[in-house]
């Protein structure tokens, strides 16, 4: 691929993947309207770099140059594979383990209480469970800096634990995954502390340490949970990188000896069972050499300043080429495999070992065109990855409090489906452990009415579990789960917003202010635990985060109970997509693509179509025309007009 120069203009640059995705990532965060990109598309970026300056500064196209420049190589556009792989077809289940079951009573949720609770993700349909960390950890970012990775932490049990949860995922023929954090480790890890205690020797080289003056850190990044993203350890006189908490010290992944330690934890766990792995940025792991100054400009921009120099770096590519060779293909036959779940849900023999652990990356920051070329079939690389660009409308972070487009959604998806080739594939997402509640992101309040709630939860289920792509579901979203009402900082106990809240307050930002943003983005509205009966039903104890939520009928015994219930609904969908392929492989066609409220498009797979309808306002509307004898499966009667936020799956026959 020849070099893009500032002799070269927009249109060029945005041919380019990194170019797209770049721009795009720009008019996403500012909100510019996206037919600037072709008003401007004549301009040479020696143009742009001249109108800019005044408001950029300098140096802002030569590193987005910089970072189009090292990628040589374009996404694929190959067949789909043959046979088509498990995760293609599957939906996902994230666990948060600290919120999900406590069994023996400390208020923390443990893998006995996920153990109790499989018959509920059974029921469901789920075919793969994904934990949040349950490695042994000092719990600074709860369980996302790990201490040690063949080790699972004392308040969430023991190994024979975590083998028992394997085994009885694998018998209720569901897979299992685990989270593994490897962009850092915590500072409690015995590599670190061997590094501190000889910096010059073979663990020095483990991480970014770096000698200098204890006054002036070697660069001016920033963390994602405020302020410099190093720290001075004074028995080591040396400066240490961490992105995130000062006790996650980020890996140095040039050092081939971390890169094979790496390898031999996801061949351990492989061996133990696991089915694969979702990997924590996992796209930060590579850092530009010599770690140059982030632009401020981007840093005013994205509030992190740096992230340019390691959101996509130069060896990212080879790392995980090589994680996926070395560390996910097996070599050894594990402990178990799933049981094959048939079409009907019921359960066959043992599948075969799947020959390489499925890999999923998260992946902020990257977008559209990054992704297919970190997860394009045939690259082998990861197989799929999140594209956080969903979770936002235009011009707004999580931490502004707005009422969610879907109609944004809408043009998410539809741009995604223009450009994905036969061999891509998309991680379907709405909810994770480190967002705010989709629904109350788009009921703004309005969920408050349990019909508006329901309706709201039926309604992105419908969506999520029909669109083209793998699902992955967030504990509690089966269950119509929304955002909490904390009355203050002191009810919380996620380390992002209470350092956020501490940082805004120091910069000068009222009281009321800094608490409105905290209360929009905090973490903790989705780890709040889950509401198994009416009475909360977590835990025998005091449970580590309370949650506000007591509505009747939205616990998982009141839903369960519920033909009509948004549990119910999900169980429906779950075994409707198992029945038919088209609404998984099929193919995907808009229909009205241009209405902004109607959310409709039609699945097909050799003769059998289905059409997904959803009105994706609070008024009732006029049901546009589709032609066909259509005949509904899920929702209606199909009338003339639609209710407020109804969604109906009907046979095109």
Not at 116 to 134: A, Q, R, T, Y
Not at 251 to 277: K, P
Not at 492 to 508: P, Q, T, W, Y
Not at 629 to 645: F, K, L, S
């Amino acid at each position: 691929m020849p070099q893009i120069t500032k002799r070269h203009t927009v249109a060029h640059l945005y041919r380019h993947p990194v170019g797209r995705d770049v721009i795009d990532k720009l008019m996403l965060q500012t909100g510019l309207p996206r037919r600037l990109i072709h008003l401007i598309s004549w301009l040479k970026l020696s143009w742009v770099e001249r109108l800019t300056q005044p408001l950029t500064g300098p140096g802002m196209v030569d590193v987005v140059l910089d970072l189009v420049n090292q990628e040589t190589d374009r996404p694929l556009r190959g067949r789909a594979p043959e046979p088509t792989p498990w995760w293609r077809e599957a939906v996902f289940y994230q666990v948060y383990p600290r919120s999900f079951r406590d069994a023996d009573g400390d208020g923390v949720g443990d893998i006995r209480g996920i153990i109790s609770k499989l018959d509920h993700l059974h029921d469901l349909g789920v075919d793969c469970v994904w934990l949040s960390p349950v490695f042994k950890s000092p719990n600074q970012d709860m369980g996302y800096d790990v201490s040690d990775y063949r080790d699972v932490n004392e308040e969430m049990g023991t190994l024979e634990d975590l083998d028992a949860l394997i085994a009885g995922c694998h018998e209720r023929g569901m897979r299992l995954i685990l989270d593994l954090v490897v962009n850092h480790t915590s500072d409690q890890h015995e590599w670190f502390r061997k590094a501190v205690a000889d910096p010059a020797g073979r663990y020095g080289g483990y991480y970014f340490m770096v000698e200098g003056d204890p006054d002036t850190p070697p660069n001016n990044w920033t963390s994602f949970f405020s302020g410099s993203g190093w720290s001075w350890i004074p028995e080591a006189k040396r400066w240490v990188l961490h992105l995130f908490a000062d006790g996650q010290v980020d890996l140095n992944w040039d050092n081939s000896d971390v890169r094979d330690e790496v390898a031999d934890i996801v061949s351990f766990w492989m061996q133990r069972g696991i089915d694969g792995f979702r990997l924590d940025v996992i796209n930060y792991i590579s850092k530009r050499e010599g770690l140059p100054d982030g632009h401020p400009f981007i840093g005013d921009i994205l509030e992190f300043t740096g992230v340019e120099h390691y959101f996509y770096g130069p060896r990212l590519h080879e790392f995980l080429r090589g994680l996926r060779r070395d560390g996910f293909t097996r070599r050894e036959r594990p402990a178990s495999t799933p049981r094959r779940r048939l079409p009907d849900g019921t359960l066959g023999d043992p599948l075969p070992p799947d020959m390489i652990g499925v890999m999923v990356g998260e992946t902020p920051g990257i977008g559209m065109e990054l992704g297919r070329l970190l997860s394009g079939y045939g690259r082998g690389e990861m197989d799929l990855i999140f594209n956080f660009d969903v979770l936002d409308n235009p011009g707004h972070t999580r931490w502004d409090s707005y009422r969610y487009k879907l109609y944004y959604l809408k043009r998410f998806y539809r741009a995604y489906d223009s450009h994905l080739a036969p061999n891509d594939w998309i991680a379907v997402f709405l909810d994770n452990h480190d967002n705010p509640r989709m629904l109350s992101k788009f009921g703004m309040g309005r969920e408050r009415d349990p019909q508006v709630r329901t309706a709201i939860g039926k309604m992105l289920a419908t969506i999520q579990l029909t669109m083209r792509g793998t699902p992955f579901l967030f504990q509690g979203q089966e269950l119509a789960a929304i955002n909490q009402e904390f009355s203050g900082v002191d009810e919380l106990r996620d380390v992002e917003s209470i350092n956020r809240h501490d940082a805004l307050m120091g910069r000068g930002m009222t009281p009321e202010a800094a608490w409105g943003q905290i209360l929009a983005g905090s973490r903790d509205h989705s780890r709040v635990p889950m509401r198994w009966t009416r009475d909360g039903g977590f835990t025998d104890g005091t449970p580590w985060l309370v949650g506000t939520d007591d509505e009747p009928g939205f616990s998982a015994e009141e839903q369960v109970a519920d033909p009509d219930s948004v549990y119910s609904w999900h169980k429906a969908l779950i075994a409707l997509r198992r029945q038919h392929r088209s609404l998984t492989i099929g193919a995907l066609r808009w229909v009205h693509p241009h209405h902004k409220f109607y959310f409709a498009y039609i699945r097909s797979l050799g003769d059998e179509k289905f059409l997904i309808e959803c009105n994706t306002s609070s008024k009732r509307r006029k049901r546009p025309h589709v032609g066909g004898r259509i005949v509904p499966v899920m929702g209606g009667p199909r009338r003339d007009v639609m209710e407020p936020w109804e969604a109906t799956v009907s046979r095109i026959r």
